[in-house]
T-cell receptor, first 115, second 113 residues
Framework: NAGVMQNPRHLVRRRGQEARLRCSPM?????VYWYRQLPEEGLKFMVY????????ESGMPKERFSAEFPKEGPSILRIQQVVRGDSAAYFC?????????????FGPGTRLTVT | DQQVKQNSPSLSVQEGRISILNCDYT??????FLWYKKYPAEGPTFLIS?????DKNEDGRFTVFLNKSAKHLSLHIVPSQPGDSAVYFC????????????FGQGTILTVHP
């Protein structure tokens, strides 16, 4: 299955710890997007990355959140000093980067629970 | 600021009938629109899209209609099947910010056998 892969699927962190979420895009895709879904809400855009570049981070909280997509390896969404309000499902999507970029393909998500 | 709205939280339909899911938007800069389907504990699955230069796009049982003057789009599923039961999200984007999709809150569709 060459779909978008995310790990871990479930992550439990205590308040103040760090959370690292990983995303491997579909084969041949060079663009990665991160979205967050809070309970009973739709998905909210966080950040759009290409290899080694952040293209649009207008949806990222100003503090504690960072994202990267290195030349080699998966994209990482990092949340430092987690708080209860960070509990959500975090979805990664990818696209080919060849024109139809709006057709994004999503991974299964990482469900973060902060206790 | 909810730029994409799905005002019906849920919809219940009999198998074989038509399901119509609605979506309204406020940002006139949106120029492409998508529908995604989502099962619990899974990521959204792309269903169908439409660009602002069209008013209709069809793919099998799924048809999306776009009314730009009303800033409204709808997804028709004909005939509805029990396997269509899921949460449906509409999403929109602009050509100047490729990649940034704005999602509605979702509509839970239940198709009864």
């Amino acid at each position: 299955n060459a779909g978008v892969m995310q790990n871990p699927r479930h992550l439990v962190r205590r308040r103040g710890q760090e959370a690292r979420l990983r995303c491997s895009p579909m084969k041949g895709h060079s663009h990665v997007y991160w979205y967050r879904q809070l309970p009973e809400e739709g998905l909210k855009f966080m950040v759009y990355l290409q290899k080694e570049n952040i293209i649009d981070e207008s949806g990222m909280p100003k503090e504690r959140f960072s994202a990267e997509f290195p030349k080699e390896g998966p994209s990482i969404l990092r949340i430092q000093q987690v708080v209860r309000g960070d509990s959500a499902a975090y979805f990664c999507a990818s696209s080919p980067g060849t024109g139809a970029d709006y057709e994004q393909y999503f991974g299964p998500g990482t469900r973060l629970t902060v206790t | 600021d909810q730029q994409v709205k799905q005002n019906s939280p849920s919809l219940s339909v009999q198998e074989g009938r038509i399901s119509i899911l609605n979506c309204d938007y406020t940002n006139s800069m949106f120029d492409y629109f998508l529908w995604y389907k989502k099962y619990p504990a899974e990521g959204p699955t792309f269903l169908i899209s439409i660009s602002s230069i069209k008013d209709k796009n069809e793919d099998g049982r799924f048809t999306v209609f776009l009314n730009k003057s009303a800033k409204h789009l709808s997804l028709h599923i004909v005939p509805s099947q029990p396997g269509d039961s899921a949460v449906y999200f509409c999403a929109a984007g602009t050509g100047t910010s490729y990649g940034k999709l704005t999602f509605g809150q979702g509509t839970i569709l239940t198709v009864h056998p």
